[in-house]
């Protein structure tokens, strides 16, 4: 035996939160990047145009000091160990931004800063390697636990340091990202909670249809969705959902229909039959009697037959036809076959045929088409008046691929459009009192399912009451 496997596949519900879940992630993480990037940026351009006025002011401050200092080196060896250097404009470089100034000479030696403690934080770095790997551009650096947004400047025999604290901008930052995250987590689980209440809400109108579809049953076929109350989008389904049960509810009522007329028409030859041989049984008879009544016993088998024939064969083409039946049939050949046999029965009520010569082969089952043909021809016969022509012609159609065929004659009764519609009911009969034509009452709904079986149809159209023309659509060899 086979293990029962469990469908561990989430639900749709689950699927289409997942699937929104991971997109808005992504989008949210991307746009956690852009606007990281675009605020750092934004302040990191702030930092450089003060960095670059300040560099731009010192450069200028530290030129006029140059030109300022002894040109021999031993004056400025002493104007360096001076103890006036806190006069010289090198030695007080403070600048009009709240940045950080440290002033060395080329060999790394701290001549000054601004503001004078800050010298203490650059023992650790040299300003001559730092020039070396950060010239004249802007990058970050940290002292004693604190941030800096820093630029190193030459100018003359003099490096310099520039430094603008970002404390507060760092600390924005972390803020800033802090309540970015919560701010965009929130959105996501809004963004995820909105949706998988819509999803609920727009799945919500399939439980109608599982509802509908469990109370299915013999007595319930008459309930409908009503599909003004479904969404857009469900209106189709909805459609189609109430198209099906009609054509269930039409099916079973054919059923039903069909089982008690058929239970009907063989009550009568059955009751007939057990009658009949109570009789006999009930006393001896002569040897006359038993044969007349074995051949009445014999035509009720006989009608018997006819009519479980007539079923199978129904049952046969409401099934449809294998590719492997279609073949080519000539038509003119088989309806001259059969107006051969039925003009001996339509001689006695003076009826003829008139027949065209221009018929297309038809494809299909040529021993089904002859059944409906000579179906056809016998009903023509019977509605037909004494003395009246039945016309077999061929008339235009729409589609290159099928032919119309008709078959008209003129009525002995007046008969209406309702009724000729109701030939094709299986046991109907328009005219029961009629002894002439015993049938059954399925020879047009054998026609019917046969034209069907071939992707065919056929109607009846009652013109003036008394001209009774058949129209048959069937499909030609091309």
Known sequence: MTPLTTDRRLSLLWRTILLLTVFVMITQIFLYIWIQHSVRGHFEQMDSETLTHAAFNLRQRMSAT????????????QTVNSPQLDQQPLANPKLDYE???????K???????????????ADSASLQHLWQRQFDQPFNLRFNNHHYRALIIEQADYLALIALPMDVHHQYLIQFNRQLIFILIAITFLLVSVAAFSVHLGFAPLATFSYKMQRINAEQLSD???????????????????????????????????????????RTPLATLSTQTQVMLSKPRDNSEYVEQLHHQHDTLHQLSALINNMLLLAKTQKGLYRSQLNQVNTATLLTKLLSYYEVIAEDRGITFIKSSNFPELLGDESLLQRLFANLLSNAIYYAATDSVITIGVAATSTASKTKITISNQLAKPMTQIEADKLFERFYRHDKDNLWHAGTGLGLSIVQAIAGAHNGKISIIIKDQYTFEVHITLPIVQ
């Open 66 to 77: 140059a030109l300022e200092q002894p040109s021999t080196p031993e004056l400025a060896k």
């Open 224 to 266: 409908r969705i009503t599909v003004s109350k479904m969404p857009s989008e469900l209106r189709p389904l909805a459609d189609a959902y109430n198209a099906m049960m009609d054509k269930l509810e039409h099916n079973f009522d054919s059923i039903s229909r069909f089982s008690d007329d058929i239970a009907h028409e063989l």
């Open 99 to 105: 940045v950080k100034i440290i002033i060395a000479n």
């Open 107 to 121: 060999s790394g030696q701290i001549l000054s800063s601004s503001p004078t403690g800050f010298t203490s934080a």
